[in-house]
């Protein structure tokens, strides 16, 4: 892990030189200068995390991390823990929602099973989907109630994962990342980390996850406080909260995280899960932030929290819950927007059309 914080340190701030060429070429095409808005900015923002002013960026995943989470024997879900095992096989099987999504946008989907609790159904077999990566650290977390989520050494395991998997992707060729995740009771464990880790009241973070109704967003509450006061996790020791109070897909993910900005490659988060995971990955690196995208903001309530903290401006805002890396595919939709406007659009002296006046 010390290594991938070091590359990460190592790339420093947003390539600017880059950024000023990208931007040099949009205002050539035949528009007024800015007038496509966060489409041309996100042009620009690729040439800063890539330092090409062309970046490219066709060969593509979602990652989703998969693990079980022992709070949700509190009873903080609409859904049983199964449900996690099952939905890792739907992936697999192509039939869930980022399947569809991701296939919009030319995403394969690499699924990591980094602490499913129970056997996924159908097994290892890969399907039309997903690929199934196994590599369980453990059999889901422990009740954070009761004790740590688990060991400190676990979720450093769980962050290695998260790195080598991001390894053999830039090894495959691929050039933008988008993460996801899936695991019942994990919007408990990302408010834990999230309050945690900024100081903002639990029940300010806290929200209806798989749709629990207000009495069970109380008792939700009343669990995370008493997690929070039983391990008194330290917020200047990322991965001492994230032992205590987080979840093993959410160390995978910040991993993944780790792995992408240290790589040079643009990384895209998806919603309050993802994005405590970043949390995570920028309390041990803060100037990863900027390397990353935020592509919409949640419903829940903790991930405002999260992206203020970030200081990370949402692409889209459609009232989005469901995880998986659903809203990570449709950011890459605008990612191709803007590099087709980039690449696509005749210049001023190519179209033969006047450009603006000197004032």
Not at 311 to 340: F, K, Q, S
């Amino acid at each position: 892990m010390q290594t991938a914080i070091e590359a990460v340190r190592a790339r420093g701030p947003l390539d600017v030189d880059a950024m000023r060429e990208a931007s040099g070429i949009l205002d050539g095409l035949t528009k007024p200068p800015g007038s496509l808005g966060r489409l041309e900015w996100l042009a620009t923002w690729l040439a800063g995390v890539t330092g090409d002013p062309r970046a490219i960026t066709v060969e593509r995943t979602i990652v989703v991390a998969a693990a079980d989470h022992g709070v949700a024997r509190q009873g903080v879900s609409a859904y049983p823990s199964d449900v996690t095992a099952q939905m890792v096989a739907n992936f697999v099987a192509g039939g869930a929602a980022i399947n569809v999504l991701a296939s919009r946008v030319g995403a394969a989907v690499t699924v990591i099973d980094v602490g499913v609790a129970g056997p996924i159904p159908g097994g290892s077999a890969g399907g039309s989907g997903g690929r199934l990566i196994e590599r369980r650290v453990r059999d889901g977390t422990a009740d954070m109630t009761l004790e740590p989520a688990m060991a400190r050494e676990e979720a450093i395991a769980a962050i290695g994962v998260g790195l080598e998997a991001v390894e053999a992707l830039v090894r495959d060729g691929v050039r933008l990342i988008g993460v996801g995740e899936m695991g019942i009771g994990n919007t408990t464990a990302a408010s834990a980390l999230t309050a945690a880790l900024t100081g903002v009241p639990v029940a300010a973070v806290t929200g209806r996850g798989t749709g629990i109704d207000d009495a069970a967003v109380q008792h939700k509450v009343r669990v995370i406080e008493q997690a929070l006061a039983l391990h008194r996790p330290d917020p200047a020791d990322p991965v001492g909260v994230l032992a205590a109070v987080g979840g093993l897909e959410i160390a995978a993910l910040t991993g993944v995280l780790l792995g992408a900005v240290g790589a040079g490659i643009p990384v895209v988060l998806d919603g309050f899960i993802t994005g405590a995971a970043a949390l995570v990955a920028t309390g041990l690196v803060p100037a990863a932030a900027p390397r990353m995208l935020a592509s919409h903001r949640s419903v829940e309530p903790g991930h405002t929290v999260v992206l203020e903290r970030l200081a990370l401006d949402p692409m889209l805002e459609l009232h989005l819950r469901l995880g998986e890396g659903t809203g990570a595919a449709l950011a890459m939709g605008l990612i191709d927007a803007a590099v087709a406007i980039r690449d696509g659009m005749a210049t001023f002296a190519s179209a033969g059309v006047a450009g603006p006046t000197d004032a």
